[in-house]
């Protein structure tokens, strides 16, 4: 079973930046999907952006051109750079690695957007 530990998340004013990254506990080389996922209060979780193993990528909408996915499979990792924060990005964010069926999570990682 796949560990994912998520990192970064903070206290930012509207238009910063923030980068999150997630470590996994076993080789993500060429198996795994990974993403994130955000779930605001009150909301239903969405997903934000994904990366494959071949290193295509999917955006939500409401993020194109402010946030960047990444990988490193040497290293294990998958990151979000988030730049140009607004109030709505607020949220717990979600790192996951998907491989056929199955779906792991990490624990989740606050993100607030506050002035």
């Known amino acids: 079973q796949v560990q994912l530990v998520e990192s970064g998340g903070g206290l930012v004013q509207p238009g910063g930046s923030l980068r999150l990254s997630c470590a996994a506990s076993?080789?993500?080389?060429?198996?795994?999907?990974m993403g994130w996922y955000r779930q605001a209060p009150g909301k239903q979780r969405e997903l934000v952006a994904a990366?494959?193993?071949?290193?295509?990528?999917n955006y939500a909408e409401f993020v194109k051109g402010r946030f960047t996915i990444s990988r490193d499979d040497a290293k294990n990792t998958v990151s979000l750079q988030m730049n140009t924060l607004k109030l709505e990005d607020t949220a717990v964010y979600y790192c996951?690695?998907?491989?056929?069926?199955?779906?792991?999570w990490g624990q989740g990682t606050q993100v607030t957007v506050s002035s």
């Open positions: 996951y690695a998907q491989s056929g069926i199955a779906r792991y």
């Open positions: 076993e080789s993500i080389f060429s198996i795994y999907t």
């Open positions: 990366i494959t193993s071949g290193g295509n990528t």
